[in-house]
């Protein structure tokens, strides 16, 4: 079946199957998180992103081989409500934003700043610092060499626009900014995103829409 990135709680995950990455994306409740794993296709080597929920269905994803990592976009409690029990199964290192580490109950092993790297197997993902939705969001870029980069953008964008930022005027323009710079003015259109709720999207679709974003300020 084809890749589309549309999941639903208790659904079947997706797979993403690239060259050298096997992207699996699965929802969880209760409240429609992505949780993505992934997989070196040279060692079999995995990595989860947001161990949002539901740990018997995560687990259940990771099957016997385990994982190496588990990396916690960001503080919001939807978002590590599995880790305690993923990481006691699984003896995973944990990684998270410098700046949202503390606010996370579960240690962070590896705090991450901006362009830091995270490798499993032959694969590595770079980490980018969002300021606005948290201050320590990070979305993580896995820069496909045989394609386009592929972006796990946590709460930090979404088909339609940036993260919450709650009503606060100056997050939302530091959050605007960073997307804006680092994501937009770094990647191309191409660029596959998958956010920490709903659809996958892509650079090239919303790009367009960056200025509407701006002047509705949310």
């Given at each position: ?62 099957g016997d081989d385990g994982i190496g990592a ?90 339609g626009g940036v993260g919450n930022t709650f ?21 191309p259109d191409e660029t596959w995103v998958y ?24």
């Amino acid at each position: 079946m084809p890749y589309t990135g549309k999941v639903t709680v208790g659904g079947p995950a997706e797979v993403h199957e690239l060259a050298d990455l096997m992207i699996s994306k699965v929802a969880v409740g209760p409240m429609d998180n992505n949780a993505y794993l992934l997989r070196c296709r040279t060692t079999g080597e995995q990595l989860l992103i947001d161990a949002a929920n539901d740990p018997e269905t995560l687990l259940q994803l990771i099957g016997d081989d385990g994982i190496g990592a588990v990396v916690t976009t960001h503080r919001h409690g939807d978002h590590w409500q599995a880790l305690a029990d993923v990481v006691k199964a699984t003896g995973a290192r944990t990684y998270a934003g410098r700046y949202d580490a503390e606010g996370i109950p579960v240690p962070t092993d590896v705090p991450l700043d901006d362009g830091d790297t995270i490798e499993f197997g032959a694969c590595s993902l770079t980490a980018r610092h969002l300021v606005g939705h948290t201050p320590g969001s990070i979305a993580l870029i896995y820069d496909d060499p045989h394609g386009h980069p592929h972006l796990f953008t946590g709460d930090c964008l979404f088909p339609g626009g940036v993260g919450n930022t709650f009503g606060n005027a100056e997050n939302f323009a530091t959050l605007l900014r960073d997307v804006e710079t680092k994501l937009f003015g770094e990647l191309p259109d191409e660029t596959w995103v998958y956010p920490g709720h709903g659809n996958d999207t892509s650079l090239g679709a919303e790009r367009p829409h960056l200025h509407e974003w701006r002047a509705r300020g949310w």
